[in-house]
């Protein structure tokens, strides 16, 4: 399919050298894994294509690629000092009480105890109650149910971000 008839942003990620590409798609998601299968399928004659092979390429995430995953994300309450990504998906901590912050810490410690990894939620969009209350549920998973758990949030986290990364630019958008 040509560049005139894809949607802008998908072509220039389609376009994109393949150390570029791997360099977009490992800001989204720390898996190599990952982000070698979406860069193999390119390129991609729709957005829900990609999304698609995102989705696929997550279900067959081993164990370890899981956990290179998780590595990229910051514990929730505590989102990486400097990156917008996960500020905009932990909003729902930014006006939590002291009392709330200090619960999520301990629980959190706690999870990573028994799981070996951060506590792992699509957290866009919820307040930092029901990201509490969804740690102190799941924190009772096994880790089986856990690990699964964590791939569907990932599958989740993982388009939310490539939708702006596929999306056209303003310049694209705007009338010739």
């Excluded at 590595?71 to 930014?94: F, L, N, V, W, Y």
């Excluded at 856990?146 to 303003?170: Q, T, Y």
Aim: aromatic content about 4%; charged content about 25%; proline content about 7%.
């Amino acid at each position: 399919m040509t560049s005139s008839t894809t949607p802008g942003g998908l072509a220039r990620f389609n376009a994109l050298e393949e150390p570029a590409a791997r360099a977009a798609l490992h800001e989204l998601c720390a898996s190599a894994t990952w982000a070698h299968r979406l860069l193999t399928r390119r390129p991609y004659a729709t957005g829900d294509d990609l999304l698609a092979q995102s989705d696929a390429a997550m279900a067959d995430l081993t164990a370890a690629d899981l956990a290179e995953a998780m590595a990229g994300h910051p514990p929730i309450g505590r989102p990486k000092p400097g990156d917008p990504t996960s500020s905009r998906e932990q909003r729902g901590m930014a006006g939590a009480s002291d009392e709330l912050r200090a619960e999520m810490l301990e629980l959190n410690l706690a999870y990573q105890e028994r799981f070996g990894h951060v506590f792992l939620i699509c957290a866009t969009g919820l307040t930092g109650e029901q990201m509490r209350d969804a740690l102190k549920e799941r924190i009772e998973n096994t880790p089986g149910q856990e690990r699964e758990i964590v791939r569907a949030e990932l599958g989740k986290i993982n388009r939310i971000r490539l939708a702006p990364l596929v999306a056209p630019s303003a310049e694209e958008d705007a009338p010739a």
